[in-house]
């Protein structure tokens, strides 16, 4: 799962960036336990522990 973090980090900043973009408000706004996912500089070093919770957050809003 570590070498596809980098990956899966970007997508999920292209998918929530695009959430924004439609709704006109932040994702992170919404949910408060994304803001310091949205942060890029402060979590790539914490990428193997984020990665389970962007995990679950997604699971969430995915059908």
């Known amino acids: 799962m570590a070498e596809h973090a980098p ?3 970007e997508e ?3 998918v929530t960036g695009g ?3 439609l709704r006109g408000e932040s994702l992170a706004s919404l949910v408060p336990e ?12 914490r990428l193997g ?3 389970g ?3 679950r ?3 969430r809003f995915l059908p």
Do not use: K
Request: proline letters at 10%; hydrophobic letters at 50%; glycine letters at 6%.
């Open 34 to 45: 994304l803001a310091p996912l949205m942060n890029p500089p402060g979590m790539r070093h």
């Open 19 to 21: 959430f924004d973009r």
């Open 53 to 55: 919770r962007v995990r």
């Open 12 to 14: 999920f900043r292209r």
């Open 7 to 9: 990956q899966f980090m």
């Open 57 to 59: 957050l997604v699971g």
């Open 49 to 51: 522990l984020a990665a």
